[in-house]
């Protein structure tokens, strides 16, 4: 297998729970080939395999964006008690934007890239002493955030038409109701995806005014520009479908999941859907989760999907072609809020979130969810991303 040289032109590259300050996010690299300011890529390929490096490259710089988003949400703890516990907003920005941060990562789906961020790659052109030798692929700023702004607008103007529609609906048909508001929630995952986008490309970004943004768009009415906030739709969904009563069961949770995201995706074409895990706050499985994965199943196969299900052993693996991803991630309460586990489909060839639901745990359900290594993985992590902050080499700047 040809191996390829990839020199990365973002600085600051670590891995996802690294500590962050804002003199460390990295700046926008001002190439010799551009007028303008770029993110950019240079790849080779050894044998002159240049569609292989144009590859690699496009691979590299999306995972380079998706890491500037994660550290973006995750940019500082503070130290109580010797124990690395980020504050309140941090852990709301965690929660939140848990769905739009698994939706950007070019390794959920086997190494391929989102395709929203796809449509904004170019390969430039390089000089004619490195044409026969590298690949460039590039990101122009301004252009790129002026796309997300105005994907942001378009799926605001989205939310509100569903939402007059399910506020009419509630007098004479709360069943109606439920399912419009319901068909908000991958849309609200798509805005703040869409948000945090436009920040991760940005050079130099006051982290205080980016984590208002983020925090308005998630949990607020992105500028007024919302006739509701994501956390008062959920509440609606919560009485409209559960009557106020918080899930206590793995069969109870799977069944309202599978509602929700049969709701969402209606009229799509079945086809083959990978349940990816529940994960504890993106770190380490939760208990149940084989007996919630496995019920699961048993209800999206009764909807008419299949369901990827990996083979025992290496020999019998076969190439299945993958409609929609699953994911899930269960969060404490913060503050006054209850406990409560997201499930998100994304749309393996477009990149859109085109599922989500979002469920209100009990309590003792809850505990019962946690892992019971979750502490340990969690600094095992932190420590592994201290480390690679002071060994991550110095990187090539063309």
Same mark, same amino acid.
């Given at each position: %297998?040809?191996?390829?040289?990839?020199?990365?032109? @973002?600085?600051?590259?670590?891995?996802?729970?690294?500590?962050?300050?804002?003199?460390e996010?990295?700046?926008?690299?001002?190439?010799?080939?551009? +007028?303008?300011?770029?993110?950019?890529?240079?790849? #080779?390929?050894?044998? +002159?395999?240049?569609?292989?490096?144009?590859?690699?490259?496009?691979?590299?710089?999306?995972?380079?964006?998706f890491?500037n988003a994660?550290?973006?949400?995750?940019?500082?703890?503070?130290?109580?008690?010797?124990?690395?516990?980020?504050?309140?907003?941090?852990?709301?920005?965690?929660?939140?934007?848990?769905?739009?941060r698994?939706?950007?990562?070019?390794?959920? @789906?086997?190494?391929s890239?989102?395709?929203?961020?796809?449509?904004?790659?170019?390969?430039?052109?390089?000089?004619?002493?490195?044409?026969?030798?590298?690949?460039?692929?590039?990101?122009?700023q301004?252009?790129?955030?002026?796309?997300?702004v105005?994907r942001?607008?378009a799926?605001?103007?989205?939310?509100?038409?569903?939402?007059?529609?399910?506020?009419?609906?509630?007098?004479?048909?709360?069943?109606?109701?439920l399912?419009?508001?319901?068909?908000?929630?991958?849309?609200y995952?798509?805005?703040?995806?869409?948000?945090?986008?436009?920040?991760?490309?940005?050079?130099?970004?006051?982290?205080?005014?980016?984590?208002?943004?983020?925090?308005?768009?998630a949990?607020?009415?992105?500028?007024?520009?919302?006739? %509701?906030?994501?956390?008062?739709?959920?509440?609606r969904?919560?009485?409209?479908?559960?009557?106020?009563?918080?899930?206590n069961?793995?069969?109870?949770?799977?069944?309202?999941?599978?509602?929700?995201?049969?709701i969402?995706?209606?009229?799509?074409q079945?086809?083959?859907?990978?349940?990816?895990?529940?994960?504890?706050?993106?770190?380490?499985a939760?208990?149940?989760?084989?007996?919630?994965? #496995?019920?699961?199943?048993?209800?999206?196969?009764?909807? +008419?999907?299949?369901?990827?299900?990996?083979?025992?052993?290496r020999?019998?693996?076969?190439?299945?072609?993958?409609?929609?991803?699953?994911s899930?991630?269960?969060?404490?309460?913060?503050?006054?809020?209850?406990?409560?586990?997201?499930?998100?489909?994304?749309?393996?060839?477009?990149?859109?979130?085109?599922?989500?639901?979002?469920?209100?745990?009990?309590?003792?359900?809850?505990?019962?969810?946690?892992?019971?290594?979750h502490?340990t993985t969690?600094?095992? #992590?932190?420590?592994?991303?201290?480390?690679? %902050?002071?060994?991550?080499?110095q990187?090539?700047?063309i």
């Amino acid at each position: %297998m040809r191996q390829f040289l990839v020199y990365l032109l @973002i600085l600051g590259v670590v891995t996802l729970t690294a500590p962050l300050t804002q003199a460390e996010l990295p700046g926008v690299i001002t190439a010799d080939y551009a +007028g303008t300011n770029f993110f950019s890529i240079k790849a #080779q390929a050894e044998g +002159g395999d240049l569609d292989a490096a144009l590859n690699t490259a496009k691979l590299e710089l999306a995972q380079n964006i998706f890491k500037n988003a994660s550290r973006l949400l995750n940019p500082e703890h503070k130290p109580q008690k010797n124990k690395w516990e980020p504050a309140e907003q941090h852990r709301i920005l965690e929660a939140e934007y848990s769905a739009a941060r698994y939706n950007l990562n070019p390794g959920r @789906i086997g190494g391929s890239v989102n395709a929203h961020l796809m449509q904004h790659f170019q390969e430039a052109m390089p000089s004619s002493q490195t044409s026969n030798s590298y690949r460039f692929v590039n990101i122009e700023q301004q252009k790129f955030m002026k796309a997300y702004v105005e994907r942001e607008k378009a799926l605001q103007q989205q939310i509100n038409t569903l939402l007059a529609r399910a506020k009419q609906a509630e007098a004479m048909n709360q069943q109606q109701a439920l399912d419009t508001y319901l068909q908000t929630l991958p849309i609200y995952e798509q805005l703040k995806e869409a948000v945090l986008l436009q920040h991760a490309v940005q050079e130099n970004p006051d982290v205080a005014a980016v984590h208002a943004k983020l925090l308005d768009t998630a949990t607020g009415t992105n500028g007024g520009a919302l006739q %509701m906030a994501l956390p008062e739709v959920s509440q609606r969904v919560h009485q409209l479908q559960n009557q106020g009563r918080l899930v206590n069961t793995v069969d109870t949770l799977a069944k309202r999941i599978a509602y929700q995201l049969s709701i969402q995706t209606k009229g799509m074409q079945k086809g083959t859907i990978k349940i990816d895990g529940f994960r504890f706050r993106g770190v380490s499985a939760i208990q149940h989760s084989s007996a919630l994965q #496995q019920r699961l199943t048993q209800l999206l196969e009764q909807d +008419g999907w299949s369901v990827f299900k990996p083979p025992p052993t290496r020999a019998l693996r076969r190439i299945e072609k993958v409609s929609l991803t699953i994911s899930g991630d269960v969060h404490e309460p913060i503050g006054k809020s209850e406990s409560v586990i997201r499930t998100t489909i994304s749309d393996s060839a477009s990149g859109d979130i085109v599922g989500n639901a979002r469920l209100m745990l009990d309590s003792n359900f809850a505990s019962t969810l946690k892992p019971a290594n979750h502490e340990t993985t969690q600094k095992r #992590q932190r420590a592994h991303a201290k480390v690679t %902050m002071k060994t991550v080499p110095q990187q090539e700047v063309i």
